[in-house]
């Protein structure tokens, strides 16, 4: 499970600075970058005085790709199939967010049925995402069918997602101007038989855990912070919530049309593990709700924007229109020039606050785009967390943070 | 387009004495400090336009022009639903700046990882080591003379 070391050498330079009173037998515990609660491959120094953490270290970067830059050498369509590959939990909610962006700064239009679909996908994400937490954040805790039930869920949900896209995960169905490709037939049904008795599973899961004793006993009153600390440390999201904070970018900000639906953002003010799962499974169940409102009030029209600069045309009118066939030329080997300037577009993925920031020089390539992906700032916030807590309740606390290292790392 | 209540039209009165210059565009306001003015401003910017929250911190490497780097720093005002951009430009030549750890203690990783890819020193930081790349690893990937396939 874990290697026990007697020194390493990341420590060993933290430590020179301080001196050595916190106890006669100190041990250093690397916990991961193999362990299985961390989910990845993230590293956790532990230092521990019997069974309490006296210090911890966390050290990322073992996913690093440089994805950063590789936005620099793609065209901007073509560099949204690279940030479904940053936090493959919520590939469409990485979509949407840089698709934003470079809409903003095109300054386009977006038609309301592309912005309809893009909220009921983002929103199934979501649950897939909440659903592969909690299945692997009880299974860390000992509650092993759970995860059993969860993985039944997400398995439709990414059926979904390949009948839309043709991909399960890597998406890439939300483009700079609008969707893809039409919605598939049958897509209404689909969609409609998962959600119509999703909120009874959710019981089911609720069944399982919220009165189990065992999880109670492992999540109330663990891993608490204060609202401020959490503010100071660039915590974002559920656990924000869980601390009575009432924020959330779908309603602060709102995007992509989300103010025209009918939503609650749950809150709870414990700040423990406990309050994190209370929290995020009522946002599956107001997911759920604006799911059904998005398939019940779906817009007619478009699916993308009238744009045809930016947007490819359809295959028929290429084959019919000289000008067509000009365009789909231009975009194919070109792509599109974006006008000069700057945006910082925030969403709310399921982990918190995801910003895109794309800088355009004016030409087909983003000059610089920069990821700050929820997971980064939360996984800041591990030590203040675990230091002075019990080693069993790490990796409760680890898990009700959710994150994601491909997140992390980028 | 879609900022809702969260834009800050113009520079704020507190945050006046600091701004050398200023725009507004597409819903965002950037402000530009002088780097070695870099800590007050935040200090003004956290304490009275209450922006709690850093968003982001990071670097724009404007190669071969100077001064070479932009860095940019996204607060956000929680209690005021606000947004707001700051920017300090320092030279190619040894780039350094003051460290805003001492305002959000979340600057933490976002500088480090500034420091990892862009090469920017921040001075008076607590632990400014690499944090993307390994330890021994020479040169900054995201600086725009280093290459994105092979060695050099």
Redesign the interface.
């Known amino acids: 499970m874990a290697d026990i070391e007697t020194a390493s050498p990341a420590l060993e330079s ?1 430590d020179a600075a301080e001196p050595e009173s916190t106890g006669p037998r100190r041990m250093v515990l690397n916990m991961g970058p193999q362990h299985p609660s961390t989910h990845g491959v993230l590293r956790l120094l532990l230092e521990l005085d019997g069974e309490t953490i006296v210090k911890a270290e966390p050290e ?2 073992y996913l ?1 790709t ?1 994805i ?3 936005f ?2 793609k065209n901007y369509q073509q560099a949204v199939t690279l940030t479904d590959r940053i936090d493959y939990l919520a590939p469409l909610s990485n979509n949407l967010c840089y698709c ?1 962006a470079v ?3 095109l ?1 386009l239009e977006i038609p309301p049925k592309a912005q309809w679909i893009r909220v009921l996908l983002t929103e199934l994400t979501r649950l897939n995402s909440h659903l592969i937490w909690l299945g692997t954040h009880a299974i860390d805790i000992g509650a092993m069918s759970v995860f059993l039930y969860c993985f039944r869920e997400r398995e439709e949900i990414l059926r979904i997602f390949e009948m839309f896209s043709g991909q399960r995960m890597m998406t890439s169905y939300f483009r700079i101007g609008g969707l893809a490709l039409a919605p598939p037939r049958g897509w209404r049904q689909r969609v409609k038989g998962f959600i119509d008795v999703f909120p009874s599973r959710v019981d089911e899961y609720e069944d399982l855990l919220t009165k189990n004793r065992i999880w109670i006993g492992r999540t109330r009153g663990v891993g608490k912070m204060t609202l401020e600390d959490m ?4 915590i ?1 999201g559920p656990m924000l919530r869980a601390a009575g ?1 009432k ?1 959330d970018a779908r309603k ?5 049309s989300y ?1 025209k639906f009918d939503f609650e953002i749950p809150t709870r003010v414990e700040s423990d593990v406990y309050a994190r799962y209370q929290v995020r499974i009522e946002e599956m169940r107001q997911s759920a709700r604006i799911v059904t409102q998005a398939l019940e009030g779906m817009p007619e029209g478009p699916h993308t924007a009238d744009a045809p600069k930016v947007v490819l045309p359809e295959r028929e009118k290429m084959k019919t229109q000289m000008e067509a066939l000009i365009y789909h030329f231009k975009i194919v080997t070109e792509g599109f020039r974006v006008p000069e ?4 577009q ?1 969403i709310e993925s399921p982990r918190g ?1 995801l ?1 895109y ?1 794309v ?1 355009s020089d004016g030409t087909s390539k983003p ?2 785009v ?1 990821i ?1 992906g929820p997971s ?2 939360n ?2 916030a591990v030590p203040h967390m675990v230091e002075g807590t019990l080693i069993a309740d790490v990796i409760a606390s680890l898990g009700s943070m959710d994150f994601v290292l491909g997140d992390t ?2 | 387009m879609e900022t809702g209540g969260a834009a800050v039209m113009e520079v704020p009165a507190e945050l006046q004495p600091f701004a050398l210059t200023s725009k507004f565009d597409r819903g965002e306001l950037t402000v530009e400090v002088a780097p070695e003015r870099v800590v007050e401003a935040c200090r003004e910017c956290k304490g009275s336009l209450h922006f709690e929250r850093l968003s982001t911190v990071t670097a724009v490497d404007r190669y071969p022009s100077e001064p070479r780097f932009e860095i940019v720093y996204h607060l956000h005002s929680v209690s005021l639903n606000r947004r707001l951009r700051l920017k300090a430009r320092v030279s190619g030549e040894s780039p350094a700046i003051d460290s805003v750890t001492a305002v959000w203690r979340s600057a933490n990783w976002y500088e480090r990882e500034v420091f990892d890819l862009f090469g920017i020193t921040f001075l008076n930081h607590p632990n400014l080591r690499r944090i993307m790349m390994p330890d021994e690893w020479v040169g900054h990937p995201l600086r725009k003379d280093y290459p994105v396939e092979g060695y050099k």
């Open positions: 933290v990322i970067g690093h440089g950063e830059k590789e620099e050498v934003l809409e903003k700064l300054g503010l100071d440390l660039g974002t904070l924020q602060d900000q709102p995007y992509s103010d300037g700057e945006v910082y925030a606050e910003g920031y800088v000059y610089r920069h700050h980064f700032g996984l800041q790392d980028r």
